[in-house]
């Protein structure tokens, strides 16, 4: 009896210990092969780095943020010279930002056949994230002539609305480096008044101050005039309207219908 009762605990033992070798072990081994296999740390992180970029790059380039793909494609460059992948991501650059150019030219033309001048001023600011300098002055030029021209006609209607005040503002905005968007941004007080608007805020005022009473609250002392931006001389075209100079309401040259 005293036998079987001593040998009962060993024989507990001795199936633990089969167990643990016949599955625990294994499962370690396992674990320790696969970990070997896995690659480490740095020999991924370049792969890695080219994914992350080319994720950003795909994500700026739907959102139209063209400087911000470019930097992205040019910093892979630098970190991965000769790169197969990167280079294909540069001529893809290249091949998106054409087809963008031409599609938003033809937007803004299809917008002026369409007398619709906030497609085509919207249109316009989307292309001028893409082009610089030159390029975008001469797309510019005739276009802000336009636009020009429908703010003119509408305020020789003999009434000016919001609508003519907010095209105005959205002009000098846009084109605030042209002698034309210089000249409606020193007249958009003057435009916001007469429609009845504050000429700082450009909300509903019809009082005799020089601003609404928030606006005068906000401060106490007059605001600043704004200098207009400096442009660059256009060459003379007897068919422009207005040249470098500001829209004076009360200029009968201004009202004269070419």
Do not use: H
Not at 184 to 205: D, F, N, Q, V
Not at 217 to 230: L, V
Request: net charge negative.
């Amino acid at each position: 009896m005293s036998d079987t009762g001593t040998s009962r605990p060993d024989g507990d033992l001795g199936r633990l210990i089969d167990l643990i070798e016949s599955r625990a072990l294994p499962l370690l081994e396992r674990i320790a092969l696969a970990l070997e296999r896995a690659p480490t740390g740095p020999a991924t992180a370049p792969a890695d780095r080219r994914a992350v970029g080319s994720a950003e790059f795909r994500e700026a380039v739907d959102e139209g943020r063209w400087l911000l793909a470019d930097s992205i494609v040019r910093d892979l460059a630098r970190e991965f010279p000769g790169d197969p992948g990167v280079s294909a991501l540069g001529d893809e650059l290249e091949r998106l930002r054409r087809f963008a150019i031409e599609d938003l030219r033809e937007r803004i033309e299809a917008a002026r056949l369409a007398n619709d001048p906030e497609g085509a001023i919207g249109s316009r600011d989307e292309l001028a994230q893409i082009l610089q300098g030159d390029a975008i002055r001469e797309v510019d030029r005739p276009l802000v002539r336009w636009l020009m021209g429908l703010v003119q006609r509408r305020l020789r209607t003999g009434t000016i609305g919001a609508d003519v005040v907010g095209l105005a503002g959205r002009i000098a905005e846009s084109f605030g480096g042209t002698a034309e968007g210089a000249s409606l941004r020193a007249s958009l007080p003057t435009l916001r008044r007469s429609a009845g608007l504050c000429p700082r805020c450009a909300e509903p005022y019809l009082g005799v101050g020089e601003a609404c009473p928030k606006c005068l609250a906000a401060s106490s002392a007059p605001t600043p005039p704004i200098a207009p931006p400096e442009v660059e001389p256009d060459e003379e075209d007897p068919d422009r309207e207005v040249i470098g100079e500001p829209v004076d309401l009360n200029n009968e040259r201004f009202w004269q219908i070419p």
